[in-house]
Nanobody, 122 residues
Framework: QLQATGGGLVQAGGSLRLSCAASGRTLSSYRMGWFRQAPGREREFVAA????????YYANSVKGRFTISRDNAKNTVYLQMNSLKPEDTAVYYC?????????????????WGQGTQVTVSS
């Protein structure tokens, strides 16, 4: 089970840190991803990290502003979001991919958290 937390309301230019904690399984063999979905739009890739290598991947729209990281001891993955923009407003989901396939495709991920709302005001 994945539990995403840390969303909220922030002004443009502000920062938030999302957390995704796993229970019932260790994440060391997974690739972890963050996706987001705005109203009326499809769920889109934001960032991913391969747990055991630490390799990271980012959507062009967030590169340089967002950072994905993981904490082995806490079995938790984070998404640090800086310089937030109104267009970052969405429900953010964390997900786990056991097969380490396409990092940016929703269909590659096996397990999903419940989502946390991020709202950026202008």
């Amino acid at each position: 089970q994945l539990q995403a937390t840390g969303g909220g309301l922030v002004q443009a230019g502000g920062s938030l840190r999302l957390s995704c904690a796993a229970s019932g399984r260790t994440l060391s063999s997974y690739r972890m991803g963050w996706f987001r979905q705005a109203p009326g739009r499809e769920r889109e890739f934001v960032a991913a990290i391969t747990w055991y290598t630490g390799n990271t991947y980012y959507a062009n729209s967030v590169k340089g502003r967002f950072t994905i990281s993981r904490d082995n001891a806490k079995n938790t993955v984070y998404l640090q979001m800086n310089s937030l923009k109104p267009e970052d407003t969405a429900v953010y989901y964390c997900a786990a991919d056991a097969s380490l396939s396409s990092y940016n495709k929703t269909t590659a991920y096996d397990y999903w958290g419940q989502g946390t709302q991020v709202t950026v005001s202008s």
